[in-house]
Each structure stands twice: as structure tokens, then as C-alpha cells.
């Protein structure tokens, strides 16, 4: 396990159980994962962000031309949120092998925010419409390839 992530109990969800049967043990497109979640998660969409909840959602950013990368598919954290915006922290930006480990840490409240995950996203950029992770699903999502990195 990834350093200051602490220890936890891995949990299997409905997205992993989702996801093997649709894919049939076989390796699919990035696409191909991100219609399944999407799909999957469709019953858990909300236009409100809560504090200490998983969010995944499309986003498309307002100073996108001001930024090295972004990420147009964010698996976030929230770790606040205001009439206009929400702080996050975006799983994607960290390397594979930590992805669901982190992911476990926050659920389990032993996680320590990593830095370079933290962006503050517009609600309005976002088409204010996000898809909740029950909690159940937040390791296996963190490992699935739903990111996508525009650069610029």
C-alpha cells in the first residue's frame, strides 16, 4: 500500500461485478469504460456536490488554455464546496498503482490530500450534472482507465 494511505479492507461493489459481466473478462477502450460507468452510475446523478463524497462527471474547464493538462473525465474527491465551485481531489492525477489505494484512504478517512490532485472545478463548467460513487465502488473505480488528459 502507498505511503500515508493508511490500512483498509478492500470492499467489492456493484461496478466491479457491472463491468466483468458487460466486458466479459475481455479488455476494452477507455471509451468503452467510461460509457459503462456513466451508464452504470446513471441512477446516482446529482446537480448538488457534498463534502467527503466521490464524484465522476465531464468537465470541461473555463481557463483550460491557461492550464498544462487538464482532465475532461475527473474521478474527484470533495473537500468543500461553495455557491459556484467545489475544491477537489482528482484521483487521476496520481500514478496507477496508487489510484485505489488512495481511493480506500479517503473512504476510510486516513488519507492525506495529495497536492498535485487539488483543483477547484466551476459547477457551471461542469453542466452542473455529477454522478455520485457509492462508496462500495470507490477503490475499483479509481482503477479503470476513465480519465482522459487534454494537453496543451
Known amino acids: 500500500m502507498s505511503?500515508?494511505?493508511g490500512n483498509s479492507?478492500?470492499?467489492?461493489?456493484?461496478?466491479?461485478k457491472h463491468i466483468v459481466k458487460e466486458s466479459g473478462g475481455q479488455k476494452k477502450s477507455k471509451e468503452w469504460y467510461r460509457r459503462q460507468v456513466f451508464e452504470y452510475l446513471y441512477d446516482n446523478m446529482t446537480d448538488q456536490v457534498e463534502p467527503e463524497k466521490l464524484y465522476f462527471y465531464e468537465y470541461d474547464?473555463?481557463?483550460?488554455?491557461?492550464m498544462d493538462k487538464y482532465d475532461i473525465y475527473p474521478l474527484v474527491y470533495a473537500?468543500?464546496?461553495?455557491?459556484?465551485?467545489?475544491?477537489?481531489?482528482n484521483i487521476?492525477?496520481?500514478?496507477?498503482?496508487?489510484?485505489g489505494p488512495y481511493a480506500l484512504a479517503l473512504l476510510?478517512?486516513?488519507?492525506?490530500i495529495i497536492e498535485k490532485t487539488i483543483h477547484r472545478y466551476i459547477f457551471k463548467q461542469a453542466d452542473n450534472l455529477f454522478f455520485?460513487?457509492?462508496e462500495e465502488d470507490w477503490e475499483f473505480i479509481a482503477s479503470l482507465p476513465i480519465h482522459?488528459?487534454?494537453e496543451n
Open 3 to 5: 505511503r500515508g494511505f
Open 9 to 16: 479492507v478492500r470492499t467489492k461493489g456493484g461496478l466491479e
Open 61 to 66: 474547464p473555463k481557463y483550460k488554455e491557461k
Open 79 to 89: 473537500l468543500d464546496n461553495s455557491k459556484d465551485n467545489f475544491l477537489g481531489s
Open 92 to 99: 487521476h492525477y496520481l500514478r496507477d498503482r496508487e489510484k
Open 108 to 112: 476510510n478517512k486516513k488519507a492525506r
Open 132 to 134: 455520485e460513487v457509492k
Open 148 to 150: 482522459k488528459f487534454i
